[in-house]
């Protein structure tokens, strides 16, 4: 009998172990819209332009170039709750190839270049409002022509390798200052996604307006000239509340039935976020009934 109590403990303690990843694999992506207008500006830094085209009616902007992160401009400050890799994305609208950069610094580190989109002459992604992640340029020997544009591969210098910030848990501070001048930023977009997994630009391959060519980049980086908020659909946060975000919730709370051992399958219910004690007693039944059997079995051998 002694063995079977201690059967049944295991069962107990497996049990547990079991229910508690439902709680911890949270699926759903961290994500936060912030205003650029919204966020404090140096004195002699950046200042607020009005705009139609921005959301909100207003972004930032930059009239003096800086030298480098350390000059005034503006400050982007967010707080994460985990370890891990985010991406930030600006919503941006530049003119031409000489207002079209920036420089920051993330948590004090060193002054990085942001480049936007940076085509020849009057090309289809200047004056036109836009989402692009942040980059800094690297140097390296580049060959492949997926990943790679013909001037990256010529210059050894890919100006739009994405930044993915590895951050700690808690408060970070990205400082800009414009490196180049009368580019506007509307609104700033943090995620733990990766670019290849999710483009504020996009809504659900709506989007048609893609940069033919980059001379950066390769074919596998896909840029959007023109954002679906700018072709008259809804915000990138608008899209992302209403029709983003409720597929990862519906994908979370499936995932978390089945790991209850509900198999309901796709029933909606709540991840059990601490020990549930019905999950734990009807899995010790479980398991305590198929293992007695073959307890039985080998004692009477
Ligand atoms: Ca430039
Ligand atoms: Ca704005």
């Not at 200042?47 to 009239?63: E, N, P, R, S």
Request: aromatic letters at 12%; hydrophobic letters at 40%; one cysteine or more.
């Amino acid at each position: 009998m002694k063995r079977i109590a201690l059967l049944i403990l295991t069962a107990a303690l497996l049990a547990a172990s079991l229910a508690l990843p439902a709680s911890a694999a949270n699926k759903v992506p961290y994500m936060q819209f912030i205003q650029a207008e919204s966020l404090p500006c140096d004195k002699g830094g950046a200042v607020v332009k009005d705009d139609k085209g921005a959301i909100g009616g207003k972004g930032l902007t930059v009239t003096e170039k800086a030298s480098s992160a350390a000059d005034p401009g503006f400050t982007l400050t967010f707080t994460v709750d985990v370890d891990g890799d985010y991406t930030v994305w600006g919503r941006a609208f530049f003119p031409n190839q000489s207002s079209n950069s920036l420089f920051y610094s993330v948590d004090g580190g060193e002054s990085l270049i942001w480049d936007f989109p940076d085509e020849d002459g009057e090309a289809i992604c200047y004056n036109s409002w836009q989402y692009f992640y942040l980059t800094f340029r690297e140097k390296g020997t580049f060959t492949d022509t997926a990943k790679y544009g013909k001037w990256t591969i010529e210059n050894s210098d890919w100006r739009h390798s994405p930044n993915v910030l590895h951050l700690t848990a808690g408060e970070h501070k990205i400082k800009f200052a414009g490196r180049e001048a009368n580019w506007i930023l509307d609104e700033f977009v943090i995620t733990n996604l990766k670019v290849e997994e999710y483009d504020p630009n996009d809504q659900d391959g709506a989007n048609k307006c893609i940069l033919p060519e980059c001379k950066f980049c390769g074919t596998n980086w896909k840029h959007y000239y023109k954002d679906m908020y700018a072709q008259g659909g809804p915000t990138a946060e608008e899209y992302y509340k209403t029709s983003v975000l409720p597929k990862y919730v519906k994908a979370e709370t499936t995932a978390a039935a089945k790991a209850d051992g509900g198999g309901t399958g796709g029933a909606a219910k709540a991840a059990p976020q601490t020990l549930d004690p019905l999950t734990v007693t009807l899995a010790a039944a479980a398991l305590s009934a198929a293992l007695i059997p073959a307890l039985k079995l080998k004692k009477r051998r």
